[in-house]
């Protein structure tokens, strides 16, 4: 049985809910790894995408210093969608594997506006970035390899980035208010369509675009 709520405490309310996500880990310092502030991602990968440019085009010229990072960037949305549609909305029976689904995305589906946990924290994505990084050598070989990784990053970045703004700002654009109208209806009316934050044209090539639902029509 729940105890009654004691009257002189304050209320809690939903943003407070929506904010405020619980420890992932029971020690405090692995739990500190699980946050981190949105300027993160910038100040690691910022300064490698433009060394990346700068190589592009040092060793391909202007020709490639567009077309290549065009290629990477267009790679990184991809995988941007598929990676939230078929691994972070994967939906594990067992409970090591939903227990691991919650660390990865869970907890940001049931605390969404966590200013900590909106970008991937570095023990996440400096691995992933390695690897691809590795992949991307080892098929494409250099100097190619330059403008392809500056434009991939370049869009992990982005994507990031807007993540983190469309979560705790209100765009006045026209593109920026229709971004963060499908990315609230992925949340809280359809998680299972919505998957392209930053690239939404993918949800539209796979049919998985979020349609108004009735009660807002």
Not at 118 to 139: G, H, N, T, Y
Request: proline content about 9%.
């Amino acid at each position: 049985m729940i105890a009654d709520a004691d009257p002189r405490a304050p209320r809690t309310v939903r943003a407070d809910v929506l904010r405020a996500s619980p420890p992932i880990f029971a020690s405090p310092a692995l739990d500190r790894l699980t946050r981190v502030h949105a300027s993160v991602p910038v100040l690691l990968f910022g300064p490698f995408i433009l060394w990346c440019f700068a190589r592009d085009y040092r060793d391909l010229g202007p020709a490639s210093g567009v077309l290549w990072p065009l290629g990477g960037y267009l790679f990184w949305t991809l995988c941007e969608y598929w990676a939230h549609r078929s691994v972070f909305h994967l939906e594990p029976k067992r409970p090591l594997g939903r227990r691991m689904h919650w660390i990865i995305h869970g907890v940001h589906h049931d605390h969404p506006n966590d200013p900590r946990r909106l970008v991937l924290p570095p023990a996440m994505s400096i691995p992933l970035a390695a690897l691809f990084f590795v992949l991307f050598v080892s098929v494409m070989g250099r100097p190619s390899v330059w403008g392809f990784a500056a434009g991939f990053y370049g869009g992990y970045l982005v994507y990031d980035m807007l993540h983190f703004a469309l979560h705790h700002m209100r765009p006045k654009s026209r593109l920026g208010r229709r971004l963060h109208e499908l990315h609230m209806r992925h949340h809280f009316e359809d998680d299972d369509t919505g998957f392209g934050v930053s690239a939404p044209w993918w949800d539209v090539v796979f049919g998985t675009q979020p349609r108004r639902s009735k009660s807002a029509a």
